[in-house]
């Protein structure tokens, strides 16, 4: 696919500022080290933090707000869709509607950092890796301009280190071995709508491109993702640096996660929840007519969909246990708890069963848990929590 570079309009910059943040009591004493580095924990897009220990089933119920966040909305700035933060360092990065860009704080005190301004692009998606911030971007006052740029910042000062240009407009990227992958939609692209392409994340080079295929999820086991033809249907594993496939089946899938323990894919269609070998994507086990946003720890595969909560082994996808829950969502597994959202409330689970051990709390959009921190939203709002 031929691309046209076009020039971002003005100069993205990276600013030192303050921000308002209420503060609600002091911050708590040092935890374990900080990680949610992508949507999902990581690559695997498990939604599990093993390294989690502080907020556990002896801390959940001390829970104290420690501050809120609510980056400004400009006027004309483009509208954002929601997007978890990620925590790597002592830092919370998340996407700012002023400016369209990302901000950096302080976990402990909320203080921000650091801002990056995207111009006139709309700031879309957001991981970290190492000292590496990710961003990725869409041209939001255009309706021929499909264009997106994959950029890389450094995390402690927001500087810009460079800028790669992809012709699909992003709406999905994951970050593996040194390597950035991006998919997305083209609407002037005849013969080419869809399009995968990696870029190296020391220096933003281009590694290869797929056209007719999207990543079939934010997902990376090992180095390997799933790809899903978009104009015939099929899911190929293939190297998330080379683009050189491994095995190809001639079902469509979407990836929902990739086990921490095991090698194997968690994958859906329409037939329903399947486990998939990574290295061959022989079919392991099989839920019927099974679907939705799900979690795994290695020992269970957690999945929210139609008013309840779903708990399957993860080795041969035997039902464990069932919970109602009206429209269940967001689940996290952390600390030998199991979070999820129901409503406008976060409810807080035993893995084993399900019972609820804590309700509390505003989370719609997203929950993540890192250095004995819990971090909620809800719109543009982000509230901490520690014991």
Known sequence: MQLKRCARLGLAAATVLLTTVTLAGPAAAAGPAENWAQDGYGAGHTFYNPGESVINSGTIKKLKTRWTVTPKAAVDSCPLDPVAPVVVGGRMFVLEPDGNGVGAYDTKTGKKLWSYFAGYLEATGLAVSGDT?????????????????VIALDAATGEERW????????????VDAGTVAVSGYCGVCDGEENGVQAFRLSDGASLWSRPNAVLAGPVSAGGRILLAGTTSPYTQAVSISTGIGTWTTGLRYAAGAADPARPQFYVSNTAGLRALATTSGKTLWTVKNESGELSTDGRRVYVASAGRINAYDAVKGKPLWTRALKTPGHLVRAGGLLYATSGTSLMVLAPTSGKTIRTFGTATDHVVLAGGRLFVTNGRTVRTYTP
């Open 133 to 149: 911030v990710v961003v990725t971007d869409v041209a939001c006052y255009s309706n021929s301009n499909y264009d997106s740029n």
């Open 163 to 174: 800028s790669s240009l992809t012709g699909w407009t992003t709406d999905t990227v994951v």
